[in-house]
């Protein structure tokens, strides 16, 4: 089992850029420790024939068909548009 030091874990803090005292760092140790400590017994388990998965449930994207629709008539959108040339909405230039 890893052991986490409290060195490691002002390292880790340092280049998140979170302010970390010594006795968080000692207490997040010891913590982190417990975490990966758990998850090693994981690696105790069986999983020969577990077919991998990155979902618990078995989920399919539902999609719609893509259908042509007409759109709406170009005099309606342009009813509310501030500005218009030649059938176009003309917006502000923002490069040169």
Do not use: C, S, W, Y
Not at 49 to 77: I, S, W
Not at 86 to 93: D, I, L, S
């Amino acid at each position: 089992m890893a052991k986490i030091t409290k060195e490691e874990v002002i390292e880790v803090a340092h280049l998140a850029r979170l302010a970390i005292t010594d006795e968080e760092a000692v207490h997040f140790a010891e913590q982190l420790e417990a975490i990966t400590n758990a998850m090693e017994l994981l690696n105790e388990l069986d999983t020969e024939n577990v077919e991998p998965t990155t979902h618990v449930l078995p989920m399919v994207n539902v999609m719609r068909e893509d259908q042509a629709k007409a759109g709406l008539p170009r005099e309606t959108v342009l009813k509310n548009v501030k500005e218009h040339i030649a059938g176009q909405v003309k917006v502000p230039t923002i490069l040169e």
